[in-house]
Nanobody, 126 residues
C-alpha cells in the first residue's frame, strides 16, 4: 500500500520560511515523479511544484518561482519543499503527490498524479 506522509507545516509570519517533507513508502520512489499541490480555504487544489524521478528536472507554478525549491532524496524516499518569503495568501493545505508518469518535463496536472498524502496545514499570518 502506497503511503505519502507530509510533515513540516505550521504557523509562520509573512516573509518567513518553512520546509515541508514528504516520506514515501509502498512504491519504488526513484521511479516516480513527485509533486506538491496546495488547496487554499474554499478554493481548488492547485499545482505548486514537481520534480522528475531522477531529480534532474523541476517545474514551478509562476507564483512560487524563485521563492520555493523542490528537491528529493531517493536514498531516503523523501521529497522536500523549501518555502521562503511566504505570503498570507499562501495559507493552504499542502499535499504531496506521486505520479507513475516519467515523462519530461514532469506533469503539473492533478489528473496525472496517482497517489496523494493527507496534507499538512500551512498558515501564513500577516
Amino acid at each position: 500500500q502506497v503511503q505519502l506522509v507530509e510533515s513540516g507545516g505550521g504557523l509562520v509570519q509573512a516573509g518567513g520560511s518553512l520546509r515541508l517533507s514528504c516520506a514515501a513508502s509502498g512504491l519504488t520512489f526513484n521511479r516516480h515523479t513527485m509533486g506538491w499541490f496546495r488547496q487554499p480555504p474554499g478554493e481548488e487544489r492547485e499545482f505548486v511544484a514537481t520534480i522528475s524521478w531522477s531529480g534532474g528536472t523541476t517545474r514551478y507554478a509562476d507564483s512560487v518561482n524563485d521563492r520555493f525549491t523542490i528537491s528529493r532524496d531517493n536514498a531516503k524516499n523523501t521529497m522536500y519543499l523549501q518555502m521562503n518569503s511566504l505570503k498570507p495568501e499562501e495559507t493552504a493545505v499542502y499535499y504531496c503527490a506521486g505520479s507513475r508518469s516519467r515523462r519530461l518535463p514532469p506533469p503539473s496536472a492533478r489528473s496525472e498524479y496517482n497517489y496523494w498524502g493527507q496534507g499538512t496545514q500551512v498558515t501564513v499570518s500577516s
